[in-house]
């Protein structure tokens, strides 16, 4: 039996309760294709940074080092300012690990509505792939004149020519096993150094792999299309905050921010992975008992994957798809009244039922 060591982060808010049903559903992964893992659960959260002064040890990164992979949950809650919560976990975690490409499928699914009319499940289908280390998301910047009325902040905005060509090269590799089509979501025409810079980059990269077809939107209008045809897309790739805003619409366009999975990858393997659901803790629901686990366990199945445990893997969606085309059971957020609980179990026990391999 192959065995994982996997560093768990719950987070805050919803990771709290959609974390437990990922774990059920990879348990029962693990009991159909003989695969083990050793769980480390680290509380590193608001909640511990209100007690500690930190979201998580100062050596947390080390302690993170020598695992197969993270799965994490939710980073976020009220009484913490958001960009401390995620400067103090997240984005450390994303940077140290090189993991610069954060992978994001967009899928409608059956017995999903979508608010997009007249797409039926396996017509949208595509990927976002979000430049995950550099980008809009930058720490070179400053507040001048604090609490007075010349008071100003400057954010740089950090593209390299090693960050775009990484995460395009990426993009088009992934195109090439898919439907050989790339995207690239810019704003060259009011953002007038770093966007033609990706613009050129793009059309560099996009040189190297001549079988697969092109096109490039300024986000405005790539945004309204997301919405109106959403089935032109395959690959999508974009920047650090093009691509996180997109993934948000994207998972809003296939039914809910409860189905869309993620994975920060590195993907030369140097470090761990992580694998995390789009969606934040959503402290407007969290405690309840509603949130909805697909994220969190197709998270899970993009870990499997990005393991080697391809079959496992794939049983995993498939049981998704299988227990969502069902009219029951359905969190609130999908029209339904069941709990987390209840959709997590329904997924382990198909996990254990589907057929097996392909
Ligand atoms: N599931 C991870 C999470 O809590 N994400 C919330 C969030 O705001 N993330 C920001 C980002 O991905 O840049």
């Known amino acids: 039996m192959k065995r994982y060591k996997i560093a768990v982060i719950e987070g805050d808010g919803i990771g709290r309760e959609v974390v437990p049903e990922g774990l059920r559903v990879l348990e029962s992964a693990g009991r ?27 050596d947390g990164l080390e ?34 690990f090189s993991q610069y490409v954060n992978l994001r499928p967009i899928k409608l699914l ?13 017509e949208i289908d595509f990927c976002i792939v979000r430049e995950n280390n550099e980008g809009e998301y930058s720490e070179v910047g400053g507040r001048l004149f604090r609490n007075s009325d010349a008071e100003l902040a400057v954010q740089e ?24 089509h790339v995207t690239s979501a810019t ?19 996009a040189g190297e792999f001549p079988d697969v077809k092109t096109d490039h939107f300024h986000i405005d209008i790539l945004s309204a299309h997301f919405v109106r045809h959403p089935d032109w897309f395959d690959v999508v790739v974009g920047s650090n905050l093009f691509g996180d805003i997109l ?6 366009v296939v039914g809910s921010m409860g189905l869309a999975p993620s994975a920060n990858l590195n993907p030369e393997r140097e470090y761990p992975s992580m694998f995390e659901p789009v969606h934040g803790s959503a402290p407007d629901i969290a405690g309840k008992g509603i949130a909805n686990p697909v994220a969190q366990i197709w998270s899970g199945a993009m870990m499997l994957q990005h393991l080697g445990e391809v079959d496992a893997s794939r049983s995993v969606e498939k049981a ?6 069902r009219s029951d059971p359905r969190t609130p957020d999908i029209g339904g009244k069941a709990s987390t609980r209840d959709l997590g179990e329904a997924i382990a026990t198909e996990v254990l039922a589907v057929p097996a391999r392909r």
């Not at 059956?110 to 396996?122: D, R």
């Not at 993934?247 to 809003?252: E, P």
């Open 32 to 58: 159909r294709y003989d695969i083990g893992f050793t769980w480390k659960h680290f509380d590193w959260s608001c909640e511990t940074y209100l007690k500690t002064g930190r979201m998580m040890p100062e």
């Open 63 to 96: 302690q993170l080092r020598a695992f197969d992979a993270i799965y994490l949950g939710a980073v976020g809650y009220p009484g913490v300012p958001d960009h401390i919560s995620l400067w103090g976990l997240l984005i450390p975690i994303r940077r140290a």
């Open 110 to 122: 059956e017995g999903i509505e979508t608010p997009v009319k007249n797409f039926k499940a396996g």
């Open 157 to 180: 905005t950090v593209f390299t020519r090693r960050g775009c060509d990484r995460i395009m090269r990426y993009a088009f590799e992934l195109a090439q096993k898919r439907n050989k």
């Open 187 to 205: 704003k060259s025409n009011g953002i007038v150094f770093t966007m033609p810079f990706w613009d050129e980059r793009f059309a560099v990269i």
């Open 247 to 252: 993934s948000d619409l994207g998972a809003a």
């Open 320 to 325: 998704i798809s299988i227990v969502l085309a």
